[in-house]
């Protein structure tokens, strides 16, 4: 999800920084957080040596998303093909457009509406929290100075995340099952487990509580509403046509 929030579905979150381009990779919400990709790269050698110039690294990355999701249990959907790569990338848009932790749920909203997604669709792409770690200078301020957190998960994860130190350790955003793709994140938030603050502004007694209650009560409306909503995200201002390019190194441009 953040790495098609930027300037649209267009693999410029691989581009490696230059003398001449700054590209993604150390924006804020994105450094030391964003892995894998070495695994694009073994995917677009080999899909290089069979059929040259033929597949996008931004096509490789929507393709990956989704049968990550598969493998973990999650739900399968379309994936519209022809995706072109962008020759460039912005630090700047990726520190400004991409939802940070802290936000509370009017900014949630906020952001994902600027994309064109609704609040449900932006509760539905939450749930990929169900999966995934983050690292403790994401959430710190939510362990020590917040109140609507439970108190004996907040004691498990300060052993993991002291008050100062250890920026980088990871706690999973999903305690109950970190590594199933299933609809435990938003039970998680009920219970007062979200690891974020953003993740628990969701279930905070606004807007949002209706949306997380029905996924919670119904699997597979979750299931479908997070399958649409990436079928959505996939066609996030793509480069077809003749704009942009197909790299032959994700890494950078041709």
Same mark, same amino acid.
């Given at each position: 999800m953040i790495a098609l929030l930027m300037q649209g579905c267009d693999a410029s979150v691989l581009l490696d920084d230059t003398a001449s381009l700054t590209g993604e990779k150390t924006a804020g919400p994105n450094a030391n957080s964003l892995r894998g990709f070495d695994v694009i790269d073994t995917i677009k050698t080999q /899909?290089? +040596? /069979?059929?040259? *110039?033929?597949? +996008?690294?931004?096509?490789?990355l929507t393709v990956a998303a989704r049968d990550s999701i598969v493998a973990l249990g999650g739900p399968t959907y379309t994936v519209p093909l022809g995706r072109r790569d962008a020759t460039t990338a912005s630090l700047s848009a990726a520190n400004s457009n991409i939802p940070g932790p802290q936000l509370n749920l009017a900014a949630l909203i906020s952001a994902f509406s600027n994309k064109g997604f609704t609040a449900r669709e932006m509760v539905a792409l939450s749930g990929s929290h169900t999966i995934g770690q983050a690292r403790c200078t994401t959430f710190r301020n939510r362990l020590y100075n917040e109140a609507n957190i439970n108190a004996s998960f907040a004691t498990s994860v300060k052993s993991q995340c002291p008050s100062s130190g250890g920026d980088n350790t990871l706690s999973p955003l999903d305690v109950t099952s970190p590594t199933s793709f299933d609809n435990a994140y938003y039970r998680n938030l009920v219970s007062q *487990?979200?690891?974020l603050h953003s993740d628990q502004q969701l279930y905070s007694g606004g807007s949002t509580n209706t949306i997380v209650d029905a996924y919670i009560s119904n699997t597979g409306t979750f299931r479908a509403d997070f399958a649409n909503a990436m079928k959505k995200m996939g066609n996030l201002s793509p480069l077809t046509g003749t704009n942009g390019q197909i790299r032959t190194n994700c890494r950078k441009i041709n």
């Open positions: /899909l290089e +040596s /069979l059929c040259p *110039k033929v597949v +996008s690294c931004a096509d490789i *487990k979200g690891l």
